[in-house]
């Protein structure tokens, strides 16, 4: 998670790879992004999440903001958030049984 990455020319490391996309896409997408419920997300929550992983295209699974315990995913090709029923204490008891 501590390893460096290059996300729009800015490195970053992989735990804050948000930081990377909310940059470039306040720029396009203007101050706020909106999760599949309509919940607006301003880019500064957004570069402040701590992103926990990756799958082979690209979207991110990141900690809620909000609360500190819902993972959320990025998906980077269309900015957008969606919030899934899982939690942090869920997945980590999934993994560590």
Same mark, same amino acid.
Not at 19 to 39: R, S
Not at 43 to 58: D, F, P, Q, R, V
């Given at each position: 998670?501590?390893?460096l990455t290059n996300i729009n020319d800015m490195e970053v490391?992989?735990?804050?790879? &948000?930081?990377?996309?909310? %940059? !470039?896409?306040? *720029?396009? =997408?203007?101050?706020?992004?909106?999760?599949? $419920?309509?919940?607006?997300?301003?880019?500064?929550?957004?570069?402040?999440? &701590?992103?926990?992983?990756? %799958? !082979?295209?690209? *979207?991110? =699974?990141?900690?809620?903001?909000?609360?500190? $315990?819902?993972?959320?995913?990025?998906?980077?090709?269309?900015?957008s958030i969606f919030k899934t029923k899982v939690t942090l204490?869920?997945?980590?008891?999934?993994?560590?049984?």
């Amino acid at each position: 998670m501590i390893e460096l990455t290059n996300i729009n020319d800015m490195e970053v490391s992989e735990v804050r790879a &948000l930081k990377a996309y909310a %940059n !470039t896409l306040k *720029d396009v =997408l203007g101050p706020t992004v909106y999760d599949q $419920k309509g919940h607006g997300w301003s880019m500064l929550m957004l570069s402040a999440s &701590l992103t926990i992983g990756k %799958n !082979t295209e690209g *979207d991110l =699974l990141f900690l809620d903001r909000h609360n500190s $315990k819902t993972l959320c995913i990025f998906r980077h090709d269309d900015a957008s958030i969606f919030k899934t029923k899982v939690t942090l204490y869920k997945l980590i008891k999934a993994y560590s049984e």
